[in-house]
């Protein structure tokens, strides 16, 4: 790991996801679209592009501006392109492994955009394996595609409808055909995918910010269990699977989403503000001032302020520009990681009772440095304020997150966390607060990373798996929700 990724103790992104039909500046706005989704995937960036009669891709490791230029841009013509950042929550870090994934087959050309994580990929794959697929990647988008290659369905729509008939766990997907986008997300919802109107061409993306930067207008969510078409006869919707419970991110609201999208038809910023709210009235106390823990802190704090009374500051500033690849000078120069991120402001916390606001604690670690960094500054007592609960379990859909022995909110008491951060108290966002904050509240969200309870269940082979890789004792996995106790994670045991 390197040493900008251990600065901020925070959940690895997913994926992000772009697709745009019928305008001749397809590659480029998908590059602008993968640009605003950028904070879903540091690790790759792919555009592929079709003129009608073929699809050209290309792919790199890196940022989204590492990955194309003018002259990369220019050799992927046509009227619809689609394009994904990634990181990798399954699937080695490399080249092979970096979306979109382009296959030619009996159905034609396909490429194919994933964001998260299919909890049956590896039942399916040994079953495609033992027919004898040969796979080239280690990602569990591939066996969407070999199964798309492999159906008997009579048309591509179908044959797509076909292949995630057979799939199981998180999905929002933008595939390209040579003439048509493709939009499609699991019955669950667990992922967020909006349609946008760019004049007379259609766009199908994961967060609204990506409208916003190529100048489109938002229309509506991709439906949990809906599948989209775009095509020169406009815009058709398809509904082929069962209905199921709606589990959407929580987390989407928490952490992943940028401020300025709506994801699953609210306004994030509003929806982390009033967390900040909430977290205000169940947790307040009696402080000089607020200041957030940036950026992810911000709208949390503005709601805690707004709602305690008490001023907020920005007392940490951040350093946008640090690169992936930060050069360590010296060991001795201690806490230079979280130091050459954030720089306290003397003058905002010298003398005062400061409350820090956070979105979330995974490990603790920069948690901890942070706190002893405004103590340093001059900070007569310092709180920390925490906008949702304690994160207990790991994500099997789509999210990388650490093993369970390194998650502080399962591993410790509230008191040994306090004493670990050495503040001078510390409290998290009920549950019922977060869920309160959203539209459905907690009937409509996945919150398994706070409670241990899972709404996809397992399949046999893959329970079989996860109980032997989290220590578990063997016990068929039931197709209701149920409670999964995880001891520990020794690896990511599902793909995405």
Not at 210 to 217: E, K, R
Not at 413 to 420: A, H, P, S
Not at 430 to 438: F, I, K, N, Q, R
Not at 444 to 451: G, I, V
Request: hydrophobic residues 40%; aromatic residues 8%.
């Amino acid at each position: 790991m390197g040493a900008t990724q251990q600065m901020l103790d925070k959940f690895k992104d997913e994926c992000g996801v772009f697709g745009i039909f019928g305008h001749p500046e397809a590659s480029n706005l998908t590059y602008l679209g993968l640009y605003a989704l950028q904070h879903r995937g540091q690790e790759s960036a792919g555009i592929a592009a079709s003129d009608g009669a073929q699809i050209r891709v290309s792919k790199a490791m890196g940022y989204v501006n590492e990955a194309f230029d003018g002259d990369t841009l220019s050799k992927l013509p046509g009227r619809m392109a689609a394009g994904h950042v990634r990181y990798s929550t399954a699937g080695e870090s490399r080249l092979a492994n970096a979306q979109p994934i382009v296959v030619d087959s009996v159905h034609g050309q396909l490429a194919i955009c994933h964001n998260g994580n299919l909890i049956n990929a590896g039942e399916v794959r040994d079953m495609l394996v033992r027919q004898g697929a040969i796979f080239q990647t280690n990602s569990d988008t591939e066996v969407v595609v070999h199964l798309f290659a492999r159906s008997r369905a009579d048309g591509v729509e179908a044959a797509i409808i076909d292949a995630l008939s057979q799939v199981r766990g998180a999905f929002s997907f933008v595939m390209m055909t040579k003439d048509r986008i493709v939009g499609a997300r699991d019955p669950h919802g667990f992922r967020p995918l909006a349609i946008g109107r760019l004049g007379d061409a259609w766009v199908i993306c994961s967060e609204t910010c990506a409208l916003d930067l190529i100048g489109a207008t938002y229309v509506r969510d991709v439906e949990p269990g809906e599948v989209v078409v775009a095509s020169q006869h406009g815009l058709k919707s398809i509904k082929p699977f069962t209905a199921a419970p709606k589990a959407q991110c929580v987390f989407e609201h928490v952490y992943f989403a940028r401020p300025d999208s709506y994801v699953f038809g609210e306004s994030v910023n509003e929806v982390r503000t009033e967390f900040g709210r909430r977290l205000a009235r169940e947790a307040g106390v009696e402080a000089d001032v607020i200041v957030p823990i940036p950026d992810s802190g911000v709208c949390a704090a503005v709601g805690f302020a707004e709602a305690s009374g008490i001023p907020m500051r920005m007392g940490l500033i951040r350093n946008h520009y640090v690169g992936r690849t930060f050069i360590q000078p010296q060991q001795s120069i201690r806490h230079f990681g979280v130091r050459v991120k954030l720089n306290p402001v003397r003058s905002i916390l010298e003398g005062k009772r400061v409350v820090l606001v956070d979105d979330s604690i995974v490990r603790g670690t920069t948690s901890r440095k942070i706190v002893r960094m405004v103590r340093s500054a001059g900070a007569r007592e310092v709180h920390m304020r925490v906008s949702c609960p304690p994160t207990i379990s790991p994500c099997f859909y789509g999210v990388d997150t650490p093993r369970k022995s390194e998650l502080i909110g399962a591993t410790h008491t509230l008191e040994e966390i306090r004493k670990y951060l050495d503040a001078d108290s510390v409290q998290y966002l009920s549950l019922d607060g977060l869920t309160g904050a959203v539209k459905g509240g907690r009937a409509s969200y996945c919150t398994s990373c706070y409670t241990g309870v899972y709404p996809v269940a397992f399949p046999r082979d893959e329970a079989a798996y996860l109980q032997l890789a989290l220590k578990l004792n063997p016990e068929p996995m039931r197709s209701e929700p149920m409670p999964i106790t995880i001891p520990d994670l020794e690896k990511d045991p599902v793909a995405g």
